[in-house]
Nanobody, 115 residues
Framework: QVQLVESGGGLVQPGGSLRLSCAAS????????MGWYRQAPGKQRELVAA???????NYADSVKGRFTISRDNAKRMVYLQMNNLEPEDTAVYYC?????????WGKGTLVTVSS
């Protein structure tokens, strides 16, 4: 059973930074993609950033140049460095692990960008 646990959310002022972390445990099959999604109030969940086993990454247009995803396979961790945060980035951020068999989700961590 795979478990994903996010941490690092909180309240930050516009222009500030946060680093989200996600720890994965259990039996994890490769290849896989680890990523971050977010869901703002009243909106659908959307992809923020993803990192494939082989190292390639992709980002939502709205976060390109501001957010950076990284992963440490040995530690089973994935990170999301978020810089120059905007109020529109306010959302619950979810860690995702996608394998050929199924997707796994964390419970989410709240990021609030407000002055």
């Amino acid at each position: 059973q795979v478990q994903l646990v996010e941490s690092g959310g909180g309240l930050v002022q516009p222009g500030g930074s946060l680093r989200l972390s996600c720890a994965a445990s259990g039996t994890i099959f490769s290849p896989n993609t680890m990523g971050w999604y977010r869901q703002a109030p009243g909106k659908q969940r959307e992809l923020v950033a993803a990192s494939l086993n082989g190292g390639s990454t992709n980002y939502a247009d709205s976060v390109k140049g501001r957010f950076t995803i990284s992963r440490d396979n040995a530690k089973r961790m994935v990170y999301l460095q978020m810089n120059n945060l905007e109020p529109e980035d306010t959302a619950v951020y979810y860690c995702n692990l996608a394998t050929r068999l199924r997707d796994y989700w964390g419970k989410g961590t709240l990021v609030t960008v407000s002055s």
